[in-house]
């Protein structure tokens, strides 16, 4: 069935905010918002379409997947790492982030950072990569600094 889902203040009707994972200790100050695509009335799309939302200061995981999505910044500002670099994020940047890429979205620019998040319904969980994966895969110092696990 067709619908508006009407947007308050970076808030939903209809929608609850969730915690961003289960696991707390791998990110700081995210929330999410599940827009479309989960629920049993949107199971014709092929994909989901949430909203994500760090506090000034938090990060997201340190993580990479099988599957590719899509993003695009709605609030804020803040920095990315993106495999070995590291990216300015500014209002109405869009970002695709390729299977097996190293990501991970900071808040650092004294505002909340938000963004639209697009990925297949079905796809894999997302991997946190170790010490070994790390030490192959990065090799920017200003990377290695700027990533938080």
Request: proline share 3%; glycine share 6%.
């Amino acid at each position: 069935m067709s619908k508006v889902l009407k947007c308050n203040n970076y808030q939903w009707q209809g929608v609850d905010r969730k915690d961003y994972k289960s696991a707390t200790s791998c990110y700081k100050g995210v929330h999410r918002y599940s827009l479309l695509g989960e629920r049993e009335d949107e199971q014709e799309l092929n994909f989901q379409t949430r909203y994500f939302e760090v506090e000034e200061g938090g990060y997201t995981s340190l993580e990479f997947h099988q599957h590719p999505h899509s993003v695009v910044v709605i609030r804020g500002g803040g920095m990315m790492v993106l495999d070995n670099n590291i990216y300015e994020l500014s209002l109405h940047d869009v970002v695709y982030i390729s299977p097996g890429t190293l990501h991970q979205f900071h808040a650092d620019a004294n505002k909340k950072l938000g963004f639209i998040c697009v990925v297949d319904r079905y796809r894999d969980r997302p991997t946190l990569p170790d010490e070994d994966y790390l030490d192959e895969r990065v090799a920017n110092p200003e990377v290695k600094k700027k990533i938080r696990k």
